[in-house]
């Protein structure tokens, strides 16, 4: 039962790793909700049908996750079951958390041999070829006033390692700004 996940993913400490196919099932449920953030593995097809490619990870519960944990009626709409007549009344529905996105391009874009997933508590870094994401939560991200400057060393960090391993230089630009706003629109800064 989505409600029984949530409820314990809300009252245990987080990131948390889930490696069986039934609850990585229900992580993928809950975030494709916008009631948690995670990192869910690609499904691979085997002869007996398809399982995950590897664990799944729980970073956080959205505050529109932890509303839900306090009000197990909002659950349905939230999940998209379809509201019982008159509980649409009872509520406005909740519009996802604004996203922000810092995107930085490095060169040469094979610098590292895999995509990268980093969790951290306040955000997600992603490294990929010739690219690096970092996904923050938008008001997180302007009541921190020194999180880009860390997350510009983090970045710089992960470089260097590659660049002390491999004495292959880089390049790196500045980090450019995506805001996602719960409409779905994208502001660039």
Known sequence: MPFDFLQLLC???LPLRFESASSIDQVCILESAGLVEAIVPPTT???DGDKYAGPATVLRVTARGRDACHDRNLLPDLLHFGASPGKADRHEPFP???IVLLEW???PP???DRCIHVAARTHV???DIG???ARIDGPLYRKNETLREALQKEVLTWLRVVQMLTHKP???SAPHMRSIHPVGATEWM
């Open 11 to 13: 009252n245990t400490t």
């Open 45 to 47: 097809e085997y002869e």
């Open 96 to 98: 996802p958390p604004e």
């Open 105 to 107: 391009n490095f060169s």
């Open 110 to 112: 094979d610098y590292f």
């Open 125 to 127: 870094l992603k490294i």
């Open 131 to 133: 690219k690096i994401t």
């Open 170 to 172: 880089f390049e790196l």
